[in-house]
């Protein structure tokens, strides 16, 4: 019913940067909050970032000071810009969107596939 399609993911030497991108698409109504999470091997999948329709913004502690995450309401597109990486950022990137469908169908906690970030040192 409703897809999340991210991009931008990559190879990226330590204190560099990257941008990912996060298109959904499919029954939307509207979209509430919007998000990433990232989950390395062996580890439990994490907050990175997420924005709030109404604007506000909330960061994981890791990655407060070097991540921004942007939102384009009209193109139901969030974006997360990635600054001065660190090999510990290495994981894959999954956006997240808490979206009301077209129809009765209510509301749905919706996932992308995950875009692999990989920061080398």
């Known amino acids: 019913q409703v897809q999340l399609v991210e991009s931008g993911g990559g190879l990226v030497q330590a204190g560099g940067s990257l941008r990912l991108s996060c298109a959904a698409s499919g029954r939307i109504f509207s979209i509430n909050n919007m998000g990433w999470y990232r989950q390395a091997p062996g580890k439990q999948r994490e907050l990175v970032a997420v924005?709030?329709?109404?604007?506000?913004?909330n960061y994981a502690d890791t990655v407060k000071g070097r991540f921004a995450i942007s939102r384009d309401i009209a193109k139901d597109t969030v974006y997360l810009q990635m600054n001065s990486l660190k090999p510990e950022d290495t994981a894959i990137y999954y956006c997240?969107?808490?979206?009301?469908?077209?129809?009765?169908?209510?509301?749905?906690?919706?996932w992308g596939r995950g875009t692999l970030v990989t920061v080398s040192s």
């Open positions: 997240n969107a808490g979206v009301n469908i077209l129809g009765p169908g209510g509301y749905l906690d919706v």
């Open positions: 924005s709030m329709r109404g604007g506000s913004t």
